[in-house]
């Protein structure tokens, strides 16, 4: 069955750097999205992007964050000075048409993101 | 607002016993799902749910989209010690919103 992979599965980075993080979503899927969860806490709405565009996103998505489909397949999650408060796991999802299609978003496994 | 409230929070039952949780919102949702995560995995999806009223299974797993739109339940029946993992519901609010709200999720064990 196919999946949504991420990479890397856990990214350990010094506080203030750049950092990347990388999905490929399901090959038919249109809309791409990046979730994020705290240790301990409920997964959080972070952005929505369709037709190489922004079409949702939440508070928690301010200017430190970007997202990119540099390409067919790759869908990235830059966050571009990352504080402390930033270590969370972020996991992308994908789905085949808008949610209000009846087309349910599936999840990859996740990046850890540790930030020291 | 656009909160969804999981109960109960953890439950430890023995294999071979049925679980019920619900989730419960003071706002309308359009869709209802429902995900199951492992330890270091990505939520996957059980049961989808988009009509008022709408009661889908799949296999032990039973779920129910509320008819006042603000709540969906998911029953385990029989349980096996593979069930064991955190539930989350998740829901669509109204308005044509893409974002997904999670639960805070429920903690399942099994006991064998």
């Known amino acids: 069955e196919p999946e949504v992979t991420q990479t890397p599965s856990h990214q350990v980075t010094q506080m203030g750097q750049e950092v990347i993080l990388r999905c490929v979503p399901i090959?038919?899927?249109?809309?791409f999205y990046w979730y994020r969860q705290i240790l301990g806490q409920k997964v959080e709405f972070l952005v929505s992007?369709?037709?190489?565009?922004?079409?949702?996103k939440s508070e928690i998505f301010d200017d430190q964050f970007s997202v990119e489909r540099p390409d067919g397949s790759n869908f990235t999650l830059k966050i571009r000075s990352t504080k402390l408060e930033d270590s969370a796991m972020y996991f992308c999802a994908s789905s085949r048409d808008r949610s209000y299609s009846n087309q349910p978003q599936h999840f990859g496994d996740g990046t850890r993101l540790s930030i020291l | 607002g656009q909160q969804l409230n999981q109960s109960p929070q953890s439950m430890f039952i023995q294999e071979g016993e049925d679980v019920s949780m619900n989730c419960t919102s003071s706002?309308?949702?359009?869709?209802w799902l429902w995900y199951k995560q492992d330890p270091g995995e990505g939520p996957v999806l059980l049961i989808a749910l988009y009509k008022a009223g709408e009661l889908t299974s799949n296999g032990r797993l039973t779920a129910q989209f509320g008819i006042t739109r603000k709540d969906s339940f998911l029953n385990i029946s029989a349980s096996i010690p593979s069930d064991v993992g955190i539930y989350f519901c998740?829901?669509?609010?109204?308005?044509?919103?893409?974002?997904?709200?999670f639960g805070k999720g429920m903690k399942l064990t099994v006991n064998p």
């Open positions: 706002s309308i949702f359009n869709t």
């Open positions: 998740a829901g669509r609010p109204q308005g044509g919103s893409e974002k997904l709200v």
């Open positions: 992007f369709y037709n190489n565009e922004i079409s949702e």
């Open positions: 090959s038919n899927h249109l809309y």
